[in-house]
């Protein structure tokens, strides 16, 4: 399946219009591997758009389970794209996300759960983040 029309099919599966910004901006996000800032994605755009539209498009996506928060650090907030099964109501997705000490990148590793831990009942949890910090790939060969 081309790029164009599996982004139109999951804009369209979250009830999303298919705006230019929107379209673009999961290219982009299908381009990386690791989780971008607002910052990165703007400057990786190719269409101008401004900064408002740009944060609530990137709201957007989070609400609509499309996009999640993997990390946040000097830069700011670093989204990345969700699994197909996160809904969007919640995000199921939680699984470790590795931020390399050297490019600041942020990777999120699908495959890697979240091990259980037993909270004490006097504790409503919230929300459950496992990160864990070295060098990646890219930076050790180079």
């Known amino acids: 399946m081309n790029i164009q029309k599996h982004i139109e099919e999951l804009l369209e599966s979250h009830g999303l219009k298919k705006t230019s910004a929107r379209?673009?901006?999961?290219?982009?996000?299908?381009?990386?591997?690791?989780?971008?800032?607002?910052?990165?994605?703007?400057?990786?755009?190719?269409?101008?758009?401004?900064?408002?539209?740009?944060?609530?498009?990137?709201?957007?996506?989070?609400?609509?389970?499309?996009?999640?928060?993997?990390?946040?650090?000097?830069?700011?907030?670093?989204?990345?794209?969700?699994?197909?099964?996160?809904?969007?109501?919640?995000?199921?997705?939680?699984?470790?996300?590795?931020?390399c000490d050297k490019c600041s990148q942020t990777y999120c590793l699908d495959d890697v759960k979240i091990p259980k831990i037993q909270v004490l009942e006097k504790f409503l949890v919230q929300k459950i983040s496992y990160t864990i910090n070295g060098i990646c790939h890219a930076c050790l060969s180079s």
Request: aromatic share 8%; net charge negative; proline share 1%.
């Open 23 to 99: 379209i673009e901006m999961l290219k982009i996000f299908m381009d990386y591997d690791y989780a971008l800032s607002a910052k990165e994605v703007i400057s990786h755009m190719k269409i101008t758009h401004d900064r408002v539209t740009i944060y609530r498009t990137l709201s957007s996506f989070e609400e609509h389970g499309i996009l999640h928060k993997a990390s946040e650090d000097s830069h700011g907030i670093r989204y990345a794209l969700c699994s197909h099964e996160c809904p969007e109501e919640t995000h199921t997705d939680e699984h470790v996300h590795i931020i």
